[in-house]
Every structure is written in structure tokens, then in C-alpha cells.
């Protein structure tokens, strides 16, 4: 090793993403936490109702099918959020408690990039669980139906898009929260609060009109796919456009991240 | 020394938190190559002026480069060879020493992952590499730390009281391993409140109080500066005190133990305070320069600068 002239370094493609995404992976607690929230509920809905139909097929109806497909991706959406809450929050504010995000900042590296880095790495695991558990419904929906009408290809593959768009949705909502305020807990906390309880009150009042339709319930809602819309629904019926939804969406996602980064750029430490 | 010779170099530079100056107008030059002291007492600003070298805090006014390159204008450029440690080594716990090298790695140019087994072996971390970093100890982690900044092939290694926490041993260790990285054509600074191991083990020093450097160079020269004193060994200490005390040239002496402490104006006395004794019948078994230390030094200039207050 010797001293040399000053150069730009030249760095390895994606490799802080990769980093990101090991950080969170070797996190035994946040790794089993993720898989028992968002695995966990799909192994548990459709092992009972696979037991309840081999034991009585006259009283329970096949696991699969278009209704439980619906019923299995309404679960995922609720308690696999949390999980990618709790994800988003770890690789937002786990570099700055541990105190490696001091070490990562004096490499020089742009701070931004530091925090760019955690989208694809937590993306890639958050959506890793959530194909697992997508995997389990739509194979279980399309092969185990029985006499019930099996759901679509389409329906399958939107079925999908539509959940992994709510946990990453949700992983990015906990990333930027954390970023800003530098709290794994306090993030958990108040987005918790909000997922289980605040959105769906607010929403249920009436008196607040359109405005309800700035809450991301209301916009996923009316995202999810025709075939299995009734049994995902998680808020009353608001009617909101197509555009209006995704333009919901992607404002929630740009203001968080952006105040994350905001943070993270500017935050002594 | 010209221009462009230090490693680092700021100018005026103040850092305040609220109403309170913590760094005032530091003018700080750091030789290339050389093992430097920042020196002081705790709250003497010292870790504040590293997080500003190193981006983790803004400066409220003055400027600073590191390797040349101005910053935070090329700080990219600027920190791309330079290890630094500030407070103590942070880690991921649940990784492994090797991952969290490879973790910072990954922020670094790609050439880095190379020298992962190389840093390891130096600092005799290789049979640990693969355990986590929470069973570590405490010199365990200071010596990662030191192995993530050779990662960087770095021409200014920053540490910021490096040897907190470590034993003897270590401290022995880290002194030879500062030696070694300058033999390599290396930098490093290192601030600390350790009078006797900033002295040890550095060429240079800055001395700093209240967030002003208030004496700067190389240690040999900053131990030489004051009044010369030499210690003088005789049998009838309280003649020679009189002799010596009326003698051109001596401004203060002093006996403790039976040794006798002059005081000079100038070195250049000592063969005529020879003579004298000599001369009065009183045989010298002992004359010899007393070298300053630089607890002296420090403490000289910290006392005084109570007194102007």
C-alpha cells in the first residue's frame, strides 16, 4: 500500500445497494420478525383452510379459488405492511443508531447516495418475503379450488403487482420517516398507529369528503384488482380516480423520501 | 515549508454550537508525512475540528483542505484517501468484522475489497474476521477501526483519541503501528489529551486550548523553547546553591534531594558555572542539560493563558 496522486474513485456497481440489503438480512430479529408478518399469515390462512376442507369438504370450501386469493392477499397487505414498516424503519435509522452512518459519511461518499443506496437493498428484501407469500396464494388460489372458478392468469399477476406495490409503498413510507426523525422505534410507532387505527377512523369520516382520498387506503382500494377488490378492501368505498390513486401514492412516497434524504444530507453526526 | 505540503490546512477556520465557540479560528497546517499530535485538554474543541475536516459537521466560518483539494468543495476526492476514526470505531454487531469492512468497502472505490485480507492481517484480526462484532473487545474494535482505514490506501489517517480504552500493550502496539504508517510515507493525525503519548509517539504538535491553537510545531522544538536548565550533582549543596546563585546568568535555582536545578538565561553559561565550582573546591560529579518535556511546554502555556484572564 502507497501513498498516490488524488483520484475520483471508481465504485463498485450497486455495491452500497448490496450492502443495504446485507445489513438487513444478516438482522436475525428483523429477518424472522419480516417472516413471520409476512410469510407467516399466508402458511398459517391457507394451511387451516386446507385442514377444514380435507376434514369436512361438505361444510368448508377448497383453500384456493378467486374469494380466498382475495381474503389471502387482504392479510398480506394488512400485517405484511407492518412488516415492511419495520423493515423500511431498520435500514432507515439502523446506520445512524449503530453509528456506521458516521463511517460511511467520512469515506467521502455522497450522503445522498447513502441514502439512495437503501431503496433497492430494502426493496430487495422486503419483496423478497412478499413473493414467498404472493407465491404461496396464487399457487394455492389456481391449484387447490376445487369445484370454485379458479382466479385468471391476469388476476394473479395484477393480484401480485397490487401487493408488492402496498409493502413497498409501505417499506418506503418507514424508510423516510426513520431517515427524518433517526428512530427505528418511534417510526414503528407512529406508523403503526396510523396503518392499524388513524387512516382507517379518518377515512371513515364522512364530513372530510375528497379529502379522504389523500389517505393511501383510499387510493389502494382502488387499485386492487376488479376480481378480488371486495375482499381486499380495508376502508368504506371512496370514490376516487384511477390517476387521482397513483398520483397519491407516488406524492406519499416522494414527500417521505425526500424529507429523508433531506435529513440525512444535512444531519450532523 | 511551501505551499502545497500539507496534508491538511485551514484557515480561520470557527465552528459555534448556539452562543457557544467550540472552534475558534483554528489556522491548523499538518506536515505531509509525518505522525501529528492535536493536543489538549477535553472540550478543547479537538473532535469538533476533525468532524469538520471530515463532513460530519458544517463550519460556521473559515476554510480547510485536505490533500490539497479544498473542502467540502472536492470532498469526495479529497476523502477518498483518507482513514479516519473519530471518537471511538463504530460497527454493525450483528456482522462480522469482515462484513462490516466490507459494508464501508462498498462505499469506497472497488479496488477496496482487495485489500480487505491485507488490512485484516495487520492488525492480527484475520482468526477473528468471521465472528460478530459484538463478542469483540474493546481493543479488538479499535484495531478493526485502524483496518478499515488502510482499506482506503490512505495518505492521512485521522484518528481521534486512539488509544481510549486500550492496555498497555496496546497502546505499545498502536504506537509502533503510527511509526510504521509514517515510515510508509503516510500521515497521521491524532488528537488526544495524553501529553506523554502524543510525545511518544508523534514528530509534530499542535497544542490547543478553548478552541485556539496556541503553539504549533515540531515537538522537538516546542520541548526546546523556555529557558535552558541543567542539573547539577554535588556534595555541598548548600555552598554550591550560593555559588550558583550569584553567578552571571543563572536566573533561578532551586535543589530537591540533593540535586541542585539551574535556571540559565543561555546554555552557553554552564562551563563558567563549571569553573566556579570548582574552582571553590567543591567537586561536580553531575552536570547535565534537563530536557523539557512536553507536559511542561503544555502546561506553560495553558497557566499562562489563565493568567491574562
Known amino acids: 500500500m502507497t501513498a498516490a496522486a488524488p483520484t475520483v474513485p471508481g465504485v463498485r456497481p450497486f455495491g452500497l445497494a448490496r450492502a443495504d440489503f446485507l445489513k438487513l438480512r444478516k438482522r436475525r430479529g428483523l429477518f424472522w420478525t419480516t417472516t413471520v408478518l409476512i410469510v407467516g399469515p399466508q402458511v398459517v390462512a391457507y394451511g387451516i383452510l386446507a385442514i377444514l376442507h380435507a376434514a369436512n369438504p361438505g361444510h368448508h370450501g377448497p383453500a384456493g379459488g378467486i374469494e380466498n386469493l382475495g381474503h389471502g392477499l387482504s392479510v398480506l397487505a394488512l400485517v405484511g405492511s407492518i412488516g415492511a414498516i419495520i423493515a423500511g424503519a431498520s435500514a432507515g435509522a439502523d446506520d445512524l443508531s449503530s453509528g456506521v452512518f458516521r463511517e460511511l459519511v467520512v469515506t467521502g461518499r455522497s450522503r445522498l447516495a447513502l441514502f439512495g443506496s437503501r431503496v433497492p437493498g430494502g426493496l430487495a428484501f422486503v419483496l423478497s418475503f412478499a413473493f414467498v407469500a404472493y407465491a404461496i396464494a396464487a399457487v394455492v388460489s389456481m391449484t387447490a379450488n376445487g369445484e370454485l372458478p379458479a382466479p385468471s392468469l391476469t388476476l394473479v399477476l395484477e393480484s401480485g403487482l397490487w401487493v408488492f406495490a402496498e409493502l413497498a409503498f409501505y417499506f418506503l413510507l418507514g424508510l423516510g420517516v426513520a431517515s427524518l426523525i433517526g428512530s427505528k422505534a418511534y417510526t414503528i410507532g407512529i406508523l403503526l398507529a396510523w396503518r392499524t387505527a388513524v387512516s382507517h377512523i379518518l377515512v371513515s369520516i364522512s364530513a372530510l369528503g375528497v379529502y379522504r382520498d389523500m389517505f393511501p387506503d383510499v387510493p389502494f382500494d382502488r387499485l386492487a384488482p376488479g376480481a378480488v377488490e371486495e375482499f381486499v378492501r380495508d376502508v368504506p368505498r371512496v370514490s376516487i380516480s384511477l390517476a387521482a390513486a397513483v398520483l397519491v401514492l407516488v406524492l406519499w412516497v416522494a414527500i417521505a423520501t425526500a424529507l429523508g434524504a433531506w435529513r440525512t444530507a444535512t444531519r450532523d453526526v | ?309
Open chain 2, 1 to 309: 515549508m511551501a505551499e502545497g505540503d500539507y496534508v491538511v490546512e485551514t484557515q480561520g477556520l470557527t465552528k459555534r454550537f448556539g452562543k457557544r465557540t467550540v472552534v475558534r479560528g483554528v489556522e491548523l497546517q499538518v506536515p505531509r508525512g509525518v505522525a501529528f499530535g492535536y493536543l489538549g485538554p477535553n472540550g478543547a474543541g479537538k473532535t469538533t475540528l476533525i468532524r469538520m475536516l471530515l463532513g460530519l459537521t458544517r463550519p460556521n466560518a473559515g476554510t480547510m483542505s485536505l490533500r490539497g483539494l479544498p473542502v467540502p468543495k472536492r470532498r469526495a476526492e479529497a476523502l477518498s484517501r483518507v482513514g479516519a476514526i473519530v471518537e471511538e470505531p463504530r460497527f454493525h454487531g450483528h456482522l462480522t468484522g469482515r462484513e462490516n469492512l466490507a459494508i464501508v468497502a462498498a462505499a469506497r472505490e472497488r479496488e477496496t475489497f482487495t485489500r480487505i485480507p491485507a488490512a485484516l492481517e495487520r492488525v492480527g484480526l484475520v482468526h477473528r474476521s468471521d465472528d460478530r462484532v459484538r463478542t469483540y473487545s474493546m481493543g479488538m474494535r479499535q484495531r478493526l477501526g485502524i483496518a478499515r482505514c488502510l482499506m482506503a490506501d490512505p495518505e492521512l489517517l485521522i484518528l481521534d483519541e486512539p488509544m481510549n480504552g486500550l492496555d498497555p500493550a496496546g497502546i505499545l502496539e498502536f504506537r509502533q503501528l503510527v511509526r510504521a504508517l509514517v515510515d510508509e510515507g503516510r500521515t497521521v493525525m491524532l488528537s488526544s489529551h495524553i501529553l506523554d503519548e502524543v510525545e511518544k509517539t508523534c514528530d509534530y504538535v499542535a497544542i490547543v486550548d478553548r478552541g485556539e491553537i496556541v503553539a504549533m510545531g515540531p515537538i522537538a522544538e516546542l520541548q526546546g523553547e523556555g529557558q535552558p536548565r541543567v542539573l547539577v550533582g554535588v556534595d555541598e549543596t548548600a555552598k554550591a546553591l550560593e555559588i550558583l546563585s550569584g553567578a552571571p546568568g543563572v536566573t533561578d535555582v532551586s535543589s530537591e534531594n540533593g540535586v541542585i536545578q539551574a535556571t540559565l538565561a543561555d546554555i552557553d553559561v554552564v562551563p563558567e558555572l563549571n569553573r566556579r565550582l570548582v574552582e571553590a573546591g567543591i567537586p561536580v560529579r553531575r552536570l547535565e542539560p534537563m530536557r523539557a518535556s512536553l507536559e511542561e511546554r503544555f502546561l506553560a502555556i495553558t497557566s499562562r493563558l489563565e493568567d491574562t484572564e
